[in-house]
């Protein structure tokens, strides 16, 4: 009975918190600004999952200067199987919050926001 009320403990809170983020994640499309940042880094990451059938694990870092300051922004973490199509020196569109530029959206295949 303890392992079941803990299991379904849990996957309430994963719900809460995934549709927490989704809702976030919204709010920032809606009222954030658009810019564009410069790619710096592409870290790639190792993996051996199995169900990455052979597939690298990538994350995207961009820079961007905003009110005069300097904003280090991160994408998720992508699977790709051929080399990626963005590379260093690439410019991005990212959504930001210009009132708070630590809140943002960021998905940097995305074609349009």
């Not at 790619?39 to 961007?64: C, F, G, Q, R």
């Not at 280090?72 to 990212?94: L, Q, T, W």
Request: glycine share 4%; charged share 25%; hydrophobic share 40%.
């Amino acid at each position: 009975m303890e392992l079941i009320t803990i299991f379904v403990t849990f996957a309430i809170i994963l719900v809460i918190f995934l549709f927490a983020r989704k809702r976030r994640t919204g709010d920032i499309k809606k009222t954030g600004e658009i810019i564009e940042a410069t790619v710096t880094d592409l870290y790639h990451i190792p993996t051996k999952d199995v169900l990455a059938h052979n597939e690298a694990v990538m994350k995207i870092i961009a820079e961007s200067t905003i009110k005069g300051m300097m904003y280090k922004f991160e994408s998720k973490i992508y699977y790709y199987r051929n080399e990626p199509k963005i590379k260093a020196g690439d410019i991005v569109r990212i959504i930001v919050e210009m009132n708070n530029p630590a809140r943002y959206y960021f998905d940097p295949y995305q074609e349009e926001y």
